[in-house]
């Protein structure tokens, strides 16, 4: 019983994940609609829908003017 309670505790942990969204405000005033992944040595890594596909890329934290995680809920494939 315990085993299948931690699971389900795992996968609700993991869904709830999947469907945040996230804002990045650059300092150009660009909004970005994203899925943060990490951040890491100066840079913020991230995963967006680009032209239809999903796609994953990073930016220089000092070009992020504010960013919000979980803004809004929305699923963002991720890029694999």
Known sequence: MKKYLV?????????GNSIAQDLIVTTAGD???CKITREHDGFVYFNYIREGVPSNTLIAADAIASKQKGMYKARVKYAG
Do not use: A, C, T
Request: hydrophobic share 85%; proline share 0%; charged share 0%.
């Open 31 to 33: 909004s970005i609609f």
């Open 7 to 15: 699971l389900l505790l795992i996968n609700l942990v993991w869904v």
